[in-house]
């Protein structure tokens, strides 16, 4: 079976040829890795009726408000990151909070280490 010509990698600036995506030198690490435990609690129905009921009373992004935007909030946050602890996530607090906050936030705890 023939194969599809080789292009330069997808990295700006990177004449390496590669079959797809990017050369081995500039691949994406990844160190983060999903803690099943943690994401039990957000597969949960409780959560998700938690989560429609909470965004119904708070429809708006905290972070976006703070500056004057009325962004619809899409995710409820936990100010107070809860490390996969059952009774820290159900005890709050909490925040509504837009797709592009909510991952910056997380971003910058994951960065910390949180």
Request: proline share 10%.
């Amino acid at each position: 079976m023939a194969r599809s010509p080789l292009r330069p990698c997808a990295y700006p600036g990177c004449p390496t040829l590669v079959e797809s995506g990017r050369c081995a030198a500039h691949k994406p690490v990844t160190t983060w890795v999903r803690d099943m435990d943690r994401q039990r609690l957000y597969n949960s129905t409780r959560w998700r009726k938690f989560r429609i009921t909470y965004l119904a009373s708070h429809p708006f992004c905290i972070e976006c408000l703070r500056v004057g935007k009325y962004t619809p909030a899409e995710h409820v946050d936990h100010i107070t990151p809860h490390r996969g602890d059952p009774v820290k996530f159900w005890q709050g607090p909490f925040q509504p909070m837009c797709a592009s906050c909510h991952s910056r936030k997380t971003l910058e705890e994951m960065r910390e280490g949180a």
